[in-house]
């Protein structure tokens, strides 16, 4: 609806482990709002790819297998922040991931996003997908890849009618080794550990809320729909 594209939403921060669907919801953020969607991964990648002077810095680091130090990664996303399109509002996918991250954006937007700017101006939400861990097993281990054409089943939620083959060519399904339980289950106990700090953050200045993300995906996005059009109502 053209009212939706033209809504000031303000900045959007997605909360939830690796299988919760925040990159799917995003995407369905964006295109109903007309708002980027900015994942700090890509951004680090396209810095790199263009050999600009923060990419410079980090392809090393990234080389390495590192992770990119915080002072680096604040130049980067302020960068994408200042951009006229992120001027309604944003969704920020993967960032931030630390408590500090978050005192970090939150000084930023009120210096720059919120420094004498325009009545109507939304302050962030923070949005966390809540979904069980068995049901996060099951959506990650699930995972089959087509070894030919690359396409992606779940044996559990979205199988291939003909066990382990691929219904586009027939070529034979395999497990990445990052969709391995063992794999898995370390990521989702590091996410823990490494978010919980940045959820209670946000819960201490009553701007979490959480949705259920086990809703089938037009349930969850609705969900989402409407607890940004309450947050954006009050600006």
């Known amino acids: 609806m053209a009212e939706d594209t033209s809504r000031s939403i303000g900045p959007i921060v997605l909360l939830g482990p ?3 669907g925040k990159g799917t919801q995003a995407k369905r953020i964006a295109e109903r709002y007309a708002v980027p969607q900015i994942s700090t991964g890509d951004l680090l990648r396209e810095h790199v790819r263009n050999a600009t002077g923060l990419g410079v810095l980090v392809k090393d680091i990234m080389a390495r297998g590192e992770l990119v130090p915080d002072d680096l990664l604040y130049d980067i996303v302020a960068d994408r922040l200042r951009e006229p399109d992120c001027k309604r509002g ?9 408590a500090p991250q978050a005192g970090w954006l939150d000084a930023f937007l009120e210096n720059e996003f919120f420094d004498n700017s325009e ?9 966390r997908l809540d979904v069980d861990y068995n049901e996060l097993l099951l959506r990650l281990t699930g995972r089959r890849t087509c070894s030919l054409c690359g396409h992606i089943y779940n044996v559990h939620l ?6 382990e083959l691929c219904d586009v060519d027939g070529s034979k399904l395999i497990i990445r080794d990052d969709d391995r339980e063992e794999v898995i289950r370390e990521r989702l106990f590091a996410y ?15 701007r979490l809320v959480t949705v259920d993300g086990t809703l089938p995906l037009e349930g969850v996005s609705e969900q989402i729909f409407r607890e940004i059009e309450a947050h954006s109502t009050g600006c």
């Open 18 to 20: 690796p299988g919760a």
């Open 90 to 98: 944003f969704i920020l996918d993967g960032f931030p991931r630390t």
């Open 119 to 127: 009545p109507g101006k939304c302050g962030p939400i923070v949005i």
């Open 158 to 163: 979205q199988p291939p009618r003909v066990d």
């Open 192 to 206: 823990e550990r490494q978010t919980q700090p940045v959820a209670k953050y946000y819960e201490g200045s009553a």
